[in-house]
């Protein structure tokens, strides 16, 4: 039985996954910030809608695969339609973006991968309520910019982006990948696609 989720339980998590997006446009593009409060707003609503039946807080998995925004050799239509409000072409976006990224938003954690073979990451965390856990790091999170920023300037090749790992004592998921996690690794159930 589908529920229907309120948009405030699923806020912090579409904030987290346009704000990605939004940098990448903001720092590769020449969109002024008009633009990218539109691109923004228009994609938080259309992800609002598009979960809103898919929005599982008892079990954050389920739905995940149609959560999930995917650009590879084809752009997620929620993404293209977005763009296309503020006047950007499809062909504008692959210059923008990455070519390969997958973004999961799920109940309580947004998740990235930049490439087929690229490490998942971890942009947003919480707990669910009424474990008194604490909100984890992430947009909503005290260092929610610098998760967002340090991402996005890992994904750019930014030079910014050794220096914010090491001044704000954040490391990146590359370095956790060379010298090991420092906390225990998630398990993550993969769903494989195929058209």
Known sequence: MHTLCAWGTMKPE????????????????????????????TLQDILAEQYKHHWFPDRPCKGSGYR?????HKMDPLVGQAAQRIGLTIQQLYVLLPSELTLWVDPFEVSYRIGEDGSICVLYESQPAGTGASVGVGIGGSNSNINVNNAVNMATGGPASAMASLVDNHISCKEELLLGRSSPSKAYSMMTVSS
């Open 68 to 72: 999930c925004i995917r650009i590879n």
């Open 14 to 41: 579409i904030s987290a996954a346009v704000g990605f997006l939004s940098r990448f446009l903001r720092i590769k593009g020449h969109v002024n910030d008009r633009q990218l409060q539109t691109f923004s707003q």
